[in-house]
């Protein structure tokens, strides 16, 4: 009962991001942003796993391949993707195309590790899929037909892939490794590999400039949503599988267009209330089967 507390609360927290995301990506350039999102994130996994494992394991070379995977997947490519979407997208938008996570992680999940693509799983996918065109073409289909869609929507969808990609190799990883520990490793390589290109976004000299309300943003991205939240979700996969645990995705869009309307204040269009509706419902129906 416990885990699927977890996952709804993660859900909410992660629905919160997107807006959190905007605020950042106007004082901080996007890789630049991510670095100090993780930078956090890994200080406080460090303090929780010295707390609750003592340290952290030494490594199989197998087990060392996964964390990297799981660090370059799901730290440095979703957040590159993320930040890069959120400077030219509204924070809603964005939320809904991820929120097509669960539809490609039940495909990858057909593909990888042999689970039945049935009939209802078969319409869920297309219902999901027509709902995220509906909403990101803004009520008219075509566009997307016509490749109207921004680099802003690109990026996003390179945060599905990524995730997705991070979920699957997941499920092998914490075959061996705890959660914390293969969350903290992750988030440790990940890190380590989004200094680079921050470094030549001029981090250094940005750092100094950053204000106490964005630093408190920050915070939020780092120790809520990755921290907590990587960890949730990884207790998640563990416990009941990837599928079943990206169901609890759903509620990421709709806090995230709630917080945005309020926070941010977007509009909430009718198209974006029946696409959203439409890939909650493809979601549901794909991991139901």
């Known amino acids: 009962m416990i885990v699927y507390l ?16 905007r605020w950042v990506v106007q004082s901080l350039e996007p890789f ?7 930078a956090v994130s890994s200080i406080c996994l460090l303090f929780l796993t010295a707390q ?22 799901g730290v440095f490519a979703y957040n590159a993707f993320f930040f890069l979407g959120l400077q030219t997208i509204a924070a809603s938008r964005a939320a809904l195309i991820v929120a097509l996570n669960p539809t490609f992680i039940a495909l990858g999940s057909v593909l990888f590790f042999k689970d039945k693509l049935t009939i209802l799983k078969l319409i869920g ?10 909403a990101i ?15 802003g929507d690109l990026f996003l969808f390179g945060c599905v892939f990524s995730w997705v990609a991070y979920t699957l190799i997941g499920k092998l990883a914490m075959q061996q490794l705890s959660p914390l520990v293969a969350t903290t490793y992750a988030c440790l390589i990940g890190t380590i ?3 680079f290109p921050a470094l030549s976004e001029g981090i250094l000299q940005q750092f100094f400039q950053i204000n106490l309300v964005t630093w408190l943003v920050i915070w939020y991205l780092g120790f809520l949503s990755s921290a907590l939240g990587f ?21 990421v869009p709709v806090s995230a267009i709630l917080l945005a309307a309020v926070v941010l204040q977007e509009e909430i269009t009718l198209s974006l209330l029946v696409g959203g509706t439409l890939v909650v419902i493809g979601v549901l129906l794909t991991n139901k089967a």
Not at 32 to 38: E, I, M, N, V
Not at 52 to 69: F, N
Not at 244 to 250: L, Y
């Open 193 to 195: 590999a989004l200094f």
């Open 231 to 251: 960890i949730w979700y990884s207790e998640g996969v563990r416990t009941i599988g990837p599928a079943k645990a990206a169901i609890f995705i759903n509620l």
């Open 125 to 134: 996918i297309i219902t999901s899929l027509l709902g995220a065109a509906l």
């Open 52 to 73: 609750q494992e003592g340290q952290l394991p030494r490594l199989q070379r197998k087990q060392l391949t996964q964390v990297i995977l799981l660090g370059m997947t």
């Open 32 to 38: 630049s942003a991510a670095f100090c999102r993780f």
């Open 6 to 21: 977890k996952l709804v609360l993660t859900a909410v927290v992660w629905g919160g991001t997107f807006i959190a995301g």
């Open 137 to 151: 073409s803004r009520g008219n289909i075509v566009n997307i037909l016509a490749d109207n869609l921004s680099i």
